[in-house]
């Protein structure tokens, strides 16, 4: 492979560049938006004077440029034949930036044809500096929403919403957003759900009228999503009606976070909607507690999610998936273990604890069988009425939940319970939407 002379810099100008400010380096200065190509360990080497490539190593050098701004970004990419996606940082600045100089080798493909997408959509006027990561947030999870804009180095929309004498919401959005790309985060949540729901409708229909260019909601909980379809005559498809309202108010982009189950998805019929499953912590956590995976079981406290279950199993590298099923006998029901626990620690899988009574019932049968340890992980803590006073008194180990609903009282309250949040998972996502990088291999990192 031949090599590419880096241009050489001479008193503010480029050598077969174009002009720039020399002194004017803005390398890592807020509001700092990236996008990550994942799995690839990146070392400094602003040494490099052209671009090398060996077996196992590839040398590359990126440069933007503006008028009065630039960037150089010299990265050595120590990598194998197999693992050619990178870490990767595009930053950028504040004026329309153009690419010099890329050049990788062949094993790079998937890298060089994600900066070219840049460059287009720079070309075509869809990634340009103006067209910035602004994210609001209505009141029904504001320290998530702290988190996410803290590590994306940015700061939250000033954003008023009170009530009026008579419960009638007041919205306005104190700055300018006209053509920028605006995330909303704001779950469904209780202790007022409806009124999240209204909140999260206006600030869209709020954000169109102000002429933002793209409005995407992340919804890290999804009131009504257990109620996707009809189980008795002469009743709503509930989780449907919340789609089609949020449907009506035109956002480019819908986010969720492990929707009960994932044909709602489908109730969105013309905004493309992503569902998020937040396994990368959950797999962290477990790491850290160093359980022998040898003697530990991943449990399904119900025949539905069994699909959930199996996927943690994957995961983490468990090898064992049990289920416990729930056989009615006359007005009663029963609930029985399909598969051995003895002797083992059980995880318990599921997507929402709301009064706990399942997994209480579950965790009973799990020790009668002989279970050494049982926890739970579930990705929505709702703990409505006296669940956490229930899970106190329970046999579980530890009660393990996301930040998709504020838990900040609820672990005053409950010494088993323990927290993962969303923020990390959350901020790649508006990264890479921003830059139009898929959202596929978020699971398999």
Known sequence: MTSIPIPQQKDNMIVGGSPIDTNAFVIGSPPLEYALLRSIKVSSSPSSKSISSNKNTTTTIVQTTTTSHTQIISSEIETTADDVVSDLFIHQTSRPAQEDLIQMTPKTNRVVNQINQMVKMTERGLQDPTFRIRICCGRGNRPLSENIVNLLNLELEACKIGDFADGELNISIDNNVRGE?????????????HTRLMELLLLIHTLHLSSAKR??????????????????????????????LIEAMRPHQIVMVDLHHGQIQGFFQDVPSDNLIPEKEFVKYCLNKNFDLSKTVMVSPDAGGVYRAKSAADALGVNTVVTILKRKIGENYEMQLAGEVSGLTCMIIDDIIDTGA?????????????????????????????ALEKLNESSFDEVCVTDSLPQHQNLLRCPKLRVFSLANLLAEVIERLHFGISLANLRKQ
């Open 181 to 193: 790309d605006v995330y909303i985060i704001q779950p469904i949540c209780p202790p007022d759900v």
């Open 215 to 244: 409005i995407t909601a992340i919804i890290p909980y999804f009131a009504y999503s257990r109620q996707d379809r009809k189980i008795l005559p002469r009743t709503p498809i509930s989780a449907s009606a919340v789609a089609q």
């Open 358 to 386: 399942t997994i209480i019932e579950a965790s009973r049968l799990l020790k009668e069988k002989g279970a050494l340890g049982i926890y739970v992980f579930a990705t929505h803590g709702v703990f409505s009425d006296d």
